[in-house]
């Protein structure tokens, strides 16, 4: 499958640095499909054991908030203070809380 | 601060260029996907297109010395080095492309000479103490310039250069073992590794562009913080830096004039030939014509390659979908 120009399309590149952490973008790379991204990924990100597991995905295939609706977007989180554990007074003679 | 050329009725192009230049002066980063002025776009994908440009290129000086390393050891290490090279390359490339810049177009420029890359690697490599050199000098200049950048305005192009800087430590090592290896041996490999010294010093030296008097676009893209420190700067604390490691290793440093000044607690030294590096740069370099040239081939010849990938990809693509059909 190619790009619009008929180059290859161009994926990002998440890498599990190990066990138990999530999966963190690295970058992006160009490949001809899923498999040689897979590989080129490898080569590309992992030169010296930086990952456990690959994901590689179409960036077409990526939702993003745009940062134009930044404000409005993220706005339900904005007033809600009380979500944080700092908005309890607490004596600070209560142990382990 | 710069400003855009674009202006429209309402004031958001203002508003725009206000919160641009307000997350330049909390040092904050630029994201792809945020409004940035024409002008810090363009300057962006110049430099981050010829960085680019620069590291695919300089996999030829020393890919040159692969299959005639003097030990199984020393080509593995050649060999891994040069693979990094091409992966920074890569790297940049991708940070290039989230500004807009297009791949092939990039590759194109680079090929016809209308990109530039680093006037360094138009120098040839003859010796073995070449691949040593480079590896101390010019990966030593390279981590100089990089550091800095890793605190680059631009995201992309910040975390690229965080990957690179940690490779960069691996390539001058290296190169300095390489080096203290030979100045070991016979009083011949002695003299070729001084050799190598005495040719690669100036152009090391120039890596770091015109002085600051002579470089019309710095100030600008320091106030855009796409840059961090001045050529001159950059260029004395190389300069710092690479001289006890010479000492160190015994050779001496082609420069009559260079010397500690204890008072600016820094060293002196001589003028590079800036007019030998616009000559470089213009294309009148040793080699320039050979590394293009050979650039060109390896992409004419790859085409192949890359149009027997794509057909494998859309045959398969297309037979995924019959069996979706097939399966519905
Ligand atoms: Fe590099
Ligand atoms: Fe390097």
Redesign the interface.
């Known amino acids: 499958?190619?790009g619009t120009?008929?180059?290859?399309p161009?994926y990002e590149i998440f890498v599990r640095s190990k066990r138990g952490l999530n999966h963190v973008h690295?970058?992006?790379?160009?490949a001809?499909?899923d498999r040689?991204a897979l590989t080129h990924a490898r080569?590309?990100y992992t030169?010296?054991n930086e990952g456990v597991s690959i994901w590689a995905m179409r960036s077409d295939g990526i939702a993003?908030s745009?940062?134009d609706e930044k404000d409005p977007f993220f706005e339900p989180s904005g007033d809600k203070i009380y979500r944080h554990p700092t908005f309890y007074d607490i004596p600070a003679d209560v142990p382990h809380i | 601060m710069p400003s855009s050329t674009s202006s429209s009725p309402d004031g958001a192009d203002e508003r725009l260029q206000e919160q641009f230049d307000r997350t330049i002066a909390r040092d904050q980063r630029v994201e792809p996907r945020d409004w940035m002025p024409d002008g810090y776009r363009k300057t962006l994908i110049r430099q981050i297109a010829q960085h680019a440009h620069s590291e695919i290129i300089g996999m030829q000086p020393e890919g040159d010395w692969i299959t005639r390393a003097p030990s199984l050891r020393r080509k593995a290490i050649l060999f891994a080095k040069v693979q990094d090279e091409a992966g920074h390359g890569l790297y940049l490339y991708s940070a290039a492309e989230t500004l807009g810049a297009d791949r092939e177009d990039l590759v194109e420029r680079l090929i016809s000479g209308r990109q530039k890359y680093s006037s360094i690697f138009n120098y040839p490599t003859p010796t073995f103490a070449d691949v040593g050199v480079i590896g101390w000098f010019v990966d030593g200049a390279a981590i100089c310039n990089q550091v800095p950048l890793c605190r680059s305005s631009y995201g992309p192009y910040a975390r690229a250069m965080v990957r690179v800087c940690k490779e960069e430590s691996f390539h001058q090592r290296q190169g300095y073992e390489l080096l203290m290896t030979m100045m070991r041996g016979t009083e011949e490999q002695r003299a070729m590794v001084q050799d190598a010294v005495d040719r690669w010093w100036w152009p090391s030296l120039m890596m770091f562009g015109p002085p600051d008097d002579d470089s019309p676009n710095s100030a600008r893209s320091m106030a855009w913080r796409i840059k961090r420190h001045s050529n001159d700067e950059l260029r004395q604390r190389f300069v710092d830096m690479t001289v006890p490691q010479a000492g160190k290793l015994g050779v001496t440093l082609p420069d009559p004039e260079l010397r500690w000044n204890e008072e600016r607690g820094r060293h002196d030294f001589g003028t590079p030939d800036f007019t030998e590096l616009m000559r470089v740069i213009k294309g009148d370099g040793p080699c320039n014509a050979e590394r293009i040239g050979r650039r060109r081939a390896a992409h004419e010849e790859g085409a192949w390659v890359r149009e027997a990938a794509a057909a494998h990809a859309a045959k398969q693509a297309r037979r995924e979908e019959q069996e979706k059909e097939h399966a519905a």
């Open positions: 499958m190619s120009n008929g180059q290859w161009l690295v970058g992006s790379l160009r001809a499909d040689m080569d590309l030169r010296r993003a745009t940062p």
